[in-house]
C-alpha cells in the first residue's frame, strides 16, 4: 500500500513557475514508477509526465515538453513536477500516481494508486 500527498499547488500567473511534490508513505517508495497527470474543469484525466523506479528514464506529454520537468528523491519518499512558464490552459488538479509498472507509462490505467490532487491555476 502506498500513499501519496500532492502539495505545492496555487494561483499563478501566466508565465511564471510552480514546483509540485508528492509525498509517498511505505517503504518501497522505490519500487514505483510515477507518474503526474491534470483534469481541466470538464475534460478527462491526462497524462502529464513520468519516471520511472530509479529515475533514469522519464516520459512526457508532447503538450508540456520544455515546460515540466518530473524529478524525485527515492531517500525522501518524493515526486517533483517542476512546472516553468505556466500558461492558462495548465489550470487544472494535478494528481500523482504509483505504478508497479518496470517500464515508464503514460497510460492511466497501469497506476495503482493516487494522491487526492493539488490545484494549480493559472490567471492570464
Known amino acids: 500500500q502506498v500513499q501519496l500527498v500532492e502539495s505545492g499547488g496555487g494561483l499563478v500567473q501566466a508565465g511564471g513557475s510552480l514546483r509540485l511534490s508528492c509525498a509517498a508513505s511505505g517503504r518501497t517508495f522505490s519500487s514505483y514508477g510515477l507518474g503526474w497527470f491534470r483534469q481541466a474543469p470538464g475534460k478527462e484525466r491526462e497524462f502529464v509526465a513520468a519516471i520511472s523506479r530509479s529515475g533514469s528514464s522519464t516520459n512526457y506529454a508532447d503538450s508540456v515538453k520544455g515546460r515540466f520537468t518530473i524529478s524525485r528523491d527515492n531517500a525522501k519518499n518524493t515526486v517533483y513536477l517542476q512546472i516553468y512558464s505556466l500558461e492558462p490552459e495548465d489550470t487544472a488538479v494535478y494528481y500523482c500516481?504509483?505504478?508497479?509498472?518496470?517500464?515508464?507509462?503514460?497510460?492511466?490505467?497501469?497506476?495503482?494508486?493516487w494522491g487526492q490532487g493539488t490545484q494549480v491555476t493559472v490567471s492570464s
Open positions: 500516481a504509483a505504478t508497479g509498472a518496470v517500464v515508464v507509462t503514460s497510460r492511466p490505467t497501469r497506476y495503482d494508486y
